[in-house]
């Protein structure tokens, strides 16, 4: 089953306004890791963020994680056309296996 | 450094057919690890192999799936007498180390995936 579960399903923003979107997850992590998906593309790795971190910037990206909900959220700030893509949070627990959400479509208004 | 190779980047196959999708990883990357993502969908675990070793295929289908990764080449996923629920993007990734706890920081790439789909 998926670990990681994002929200919501779809964005759609004008450009230069922010994007947020969460991620639940079920079980205990080591860390977690957002990635972007370009339509057809492969996964870019964004940010990784540890169990014992709370939040972490990179650019105009911000991601808190809270392991007491068990949640995560980005945050893509100043939003461009290039930002629209798929965006997936991936979990790490005690193996090697990555468990990924269904995703964040964002789709951002030239 | 070239990135995670795979090909072909497109597939289509009839039904019964084989497809075979190739990757090479990374320069200097002895794990590779194959996901498969369905349409609208997350990425899903299916195998993960060091040089001529799977050691873990949990997540791949019993039947008509294999994958292997010899001492030369590039890791191989093959699927026979394919059916059209096999129409997906298959994404190899590999990592100079294991990847687990311990591993720090983002030491998993990504290929660009091959989009297989069967008519």
């Known amino acids: 089953s998926q670990q990681g579960e994002e929200d919501p399903q779809a964005l759609s923003i004008q450009e230069g306004e922010n994007a947020t979107m969460n991620c639940s997850y079920k079980t205990s992590i080591n860390n977690l890791q957002w990635y972007r998906q370009n339509s057809g593309r492969g996964l870019v790795h964004l940010i990784l963020i540890r169990s014992n971190e709370r939040e972490k910037h990179s650019g105009r990206l911000r991601v808190t994680l809270d392991t007491s909900k068990k949640s995560s959220s980005l945050l893509i700030t100043a939003s461009r056309a290039a930002d629209t893509a798929s965006y997936f949070c991936?979990?790490?627990?005690?193996?090697?296996?990555?468990?990924f959400g269904a995703g964040t479509t964002v789709t951002v208004r030239a | 450094n070239a990135g995670v190779m795979q090909n072909p980047r497109h597939l289509v196959r009839r039904r019964g057919q084989e497809a075979r999708l190739r990757c090479s990883p990374m320069?200097?990357?002895?794990?590779v690890y194959w996901y498969r993502q369905l349409p609208e969908e997350g990425l899903k675990f299916m195998v993960y192999l060091q040089k001529e070793n799977i050691i873990d295929e949990s997540g791949m289908p019993k039947e008509r799936f294999s994958a292997e990764f010899p001492k030369e080449g590039p890791s191989i996923l093959r699927i026979q007498q394919v059916v059209r629920g096999d129409s997906a993007a298959y994404f190899c990734?590999?990592?100079?180390?294991?990847?687990?706890?311990?591993?720090?920081?983002?030491?998993?790439?990504f290929g660009e995936g091959s989009w297989l789909t069967v008519v």
């Open positions: 320069k200097g990357h002895s794990h």
């Open positions: 990734a590999s990592s100079p180390i294991r990847q687990g706890p311990r591993a720090s920081g983002n030491t998993i790439y």
């Open positions: 991936a979990t790490v627990s005690n193996d090697y296996k990555l468990s």
